[in-house]
């Protein structure tokens, strides 16, 4: 074996661009944050930025709600993963190789599983309707003018 070493080389990974989705959250803010709730403003465009920032509060507490959950259902499923691992070895070949507390706990994983991905789904939706909900506003917002 040669004393050479192997050169290893870590690239910087490119700076992803931001989602369009991301994007439109990123403009909605700066227009709530720069424009604020002057007295004075045009009463449509203090309503339609109003709107603007009640759907980014909704936005956010919809994702602050699907993380809790997510981690709640992570939990669970370390837990039950933990109980599985930890069940007596599988007995001698003349009994039952199937241990029924095994599978009861195992369908308790798959269950926890499909509950994972129907919130999922529906954090999915739910996000996909507040964006275009956003979307439509702050294009209201900038026909009005800034």
């Known amino acids: 074996?040669?004393?050479?070493?192997?050169?290893?080389?870590?690239?910087?990974?490119?700076p992803a661009r931001p989602k369009s989705s991301e994007r439109l959250e990123q403009r909605a803010r700066e227009l709530t944050r720069r424009n604020g709730w002057r007295d004075g403003k045009d009463p449509i465009t203090a309503i339609v930025e109003r709107e603007v920032a009640l759907t980014?509060?909704?936005?956010?507490?919809l994702r602050q709600v699907h993380r809790?959950?997510?981690r709640s259902l992570i939990r669970h499923e370390c837990y039950?993963?933990?109980?599985?691992?930890?069940?007596?070895?599988t007995p001698p070949a003349y009994e039952d190789p199937r241990l029924p507390e095994r599978d009861r706990l195992?369908?308790?994983?798959?269950?926890?599983?499909?509950e994972r991905r129907r919130w999922a789904a529906?954090?999915?939706?739910?996000?996909?309707?507040?964006?275009?909900?956003?979307?439509?506003?702050?294009?209201?917002r900038e026909q009005?003018?800034?």
Do not use: F, N
């Open 1 to 14: 074996m040669s004393g050479r070493k192997k050169k290893v080389r870590i690239l910087d990974p490119k």
């Open 56 to 61: 980014l509060d909704h936005l956010d507490e």
């Open 68 to 70: 809790r959950i997510h």
């Open 80 to 89: 039950l993963g933990t109980e599985i691992i930890q069940r007596e070895p």
């Open 106 to 114: 195992r369908d308790r994983l798959r269950k926890i599983d499909e």
């Open 122 to 140: 529906q954090y999915a939706k739910e996000c996909q309707t507040l964006l275009d909900r956003l979307l439509s506003l702050v294009g209201r």
């Open 144 to 146: 009005l003018g800034r």
